[in-house]
């Protein structure tokens, strides 16, 4: 079954405010990458990270895995209406021959 | 153009047709995948392939089938077996390892009516 939990499923948001999802595995991961989904479309990848307490930015996207590597955290300062989307974990196991497992995604909307 | 492509984007079939759906790479990659996606589950696997000839279970198989038996191709069909057929189909494609991103095609819409 899946075991990569992410919260919370929905977040709506005003502009410019800011925006975190939060995803948690049941063990410890290789990696985690993050993923974008816009409405109608395919899942778009963000970043991978595969060591402990890693810390990226992307502009304003700043990605966490923690130290244990088995949580992840993305977090968007200062949200615009082009940052609409569902945001996905998905993590790889080790020893599990590359088998990559998604979150449930987080949709994020941004009122004007 | 290099990429990852399924076919057809919209898919319609009667209940108890199996249906086969396309999913085709360019790209050299070893690794292919299939997830199956509904409102609010997030992507789930049905399978996947790390290499030709070769492919396993995932954690929604039951119902679907898989062969692999050209490095470019990975076709899934559904079967009449699967009881609730009607999703968005995506298929995704990696290098393989452990660390590597997935690239994912535009998606098959299947409505079984």
């Known amino acids: 079954g899946q075991q990569v939990m992410q919260i919370p499923q929905y977040q709506h948001v005003q502009e410019g405010e800011d925006f975190t999802t939060y995803c948690n595995s049941s063990t410890t991961l290789s990696n985690i990458q993050w993923y974008k989904q816009r409405p109608g479309g395919h899942p778009v990848f963000l970043i991978q990270l595969v060591k402990s307490g890693e810390v990226k930015k992307q502009k304003r996207l700043t990605f966490q895995f923690g130290e244990a590597k088995k949580n992840s955290s993305l977090h968007i300062t200062a949200t615009q209406t082009t940052d609409v989307g569902t945001y996905f974990c998905a993590g790889t196991m080790y020893n599990q021959g590359g088998k990559l497992i998604f979150g449930q995604g987080t949709e994020l909307s941004v009122k004007p | 153009d290099g990429g990852i492509t399924q076919s057809p984007k919209y898919l319609f079939r009667k209940e108890g047709q199996n249906v086969t759906l396309s999913c085709e790479q360019n790209l050299n990659h070893d690794a292919m995948y299939w997830y199956r996606q509904d409102p609010g589950q997030g992507l789930r696997l049905i399978y996947y392939?790390?290499?030709?000839?070769?492919?396993q279970k995932g954690d929604i198989a039951e119902g679907y089938s898989v062969s692999r038996e050209k490095k470019e191709s990975f076709p899934l069909t559904v079967t009449s077996a699967q009881k609730n057929p009607t999703a968005f189909y995506l298929c995704?494609?990696?290098?393989?390892?452990?660390?590597?991103?997935?690239?994912f095609g535009q998606g098959t819409r299947l409505t079984v009516v």
């Open positions: 995704a494609s990696s290098m393989g390892g452990d660390d590597t991103e997935a690239f």
């Open positions: 392939s790390q290499i030709v000839n070769d492919f």
